[in-house]
């Protein structure tokens, strides 16, 4: 058996630098796994996509690679946030089919695991695709979902000592949406007077600045996480306009936002944003959808849903589907997707190991 090796890449300036190969290289093999996993290619992400997160000083990355016979076979991500409050790292380890049960995926993890401990990082989070539907399933400790405890991925996850927290259910919408006027409409009408939609492409409008940091903020503690513990992610103006301009220097994907200002208050109370990818033939990706607790109950998450694929429609019309993740405990935020029309397609897992 060759020999194989790991090392880390250089995350190059741009997709056309001289160094890029490797980096692009690494995305493509991470594609390839994530479609057979999923069992679709619209989560694929293109390089040049994925590289503004390594370029995030909030959000510090690394991507590490297993060669063998010169080629790349196999990737790693490190993830974790900066500041204090960083107790945890978000690793992945991928290995071309054809290349498993050759010890690459332990080294790999084990790479990772050992630059999280090396950061005094507490713990491990690994999120992968995972079949629910098997005789022998794993149930998640949620009470909601399982996944198949017979699958390689759940064997090799178990043995390195990591235990199953929750399930996401990801989902399809395939667009344009029928009575889609209608439902907004419906969707005002129910929310009441005390609301207004506002709707952006691109960079948080300077008015809304402050909100956006704020509900970026809770999007890190109000959403459902089980027993993860994702810690908070503080998000200050100064963060979103940084993010804003490297979105703007190096993403090609849009971001259409729709967020909801409480009018007696003049604050924003919740927000949902949709990136979209400028081929007209992918999909759209669902990103954050954020209602804060105060005003929940007032019907604000089907407002902020139907209010963006409405505006979706209007500034970037002709995207087959958008794919969204939801916790499948998160009662609330499923009944509004599956009223506007999304269908289950795939099941992720998210995997929790404590170091040291
Ligand atoms: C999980 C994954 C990284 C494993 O990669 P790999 O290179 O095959 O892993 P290894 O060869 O190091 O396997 C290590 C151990 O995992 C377990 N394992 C892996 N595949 C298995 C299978 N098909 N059946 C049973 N056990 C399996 C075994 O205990 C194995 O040790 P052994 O070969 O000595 O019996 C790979 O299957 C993959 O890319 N899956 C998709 C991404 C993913 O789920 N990653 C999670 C890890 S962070």
Known sequence: MTAFTIDDVTIPDNISATDAK???DAVEVGNTV???GYGTTDLNYEPV?????FHDPHQPSRMLVARLGGRIVGRGIYETQAGDQADSAWIIAEVLPEFRRQGIGTALSDTLEAIAASEGKKKALVFTPLPSLSPHQLPSPTGFGSVDADHADTKFLLSRGYRLEQIER?????????GLAALVADAERRSGAEYLTHCWVGRTPERWLEGIAHLSTRMSTDAPTAGLEEPEDVWTVERVVEADDRHERLNPRTYV????EHLPSARLVGFTVLSVPPQVGRAADQYATLVVR??????LGMLLKVANLAHLERVAPGHPSVITFNAEEN???LDVNEAVGFVPIASESAW???LG
Do not use: C, N, Q
């Open 34 to 36: 994530e479609a057979t």
């Open 294 to 299: 105060e005003h929940r109950g007032h019907r």
């Open 352 to 354: 929790r190991k404590d």
């Open 49 to 53: 996509e994925e590289l503004p997160r």
């Open 331 to 333: 009662r609330h935020m």
């Open 170 to 178: 990801a989902s399809r919408l395939t667009l344009p949406v029928d």
């Open 257 to 260: 936002v729709a967020a909801v």
């Open 22 to 24: 490797d980096f692009i």
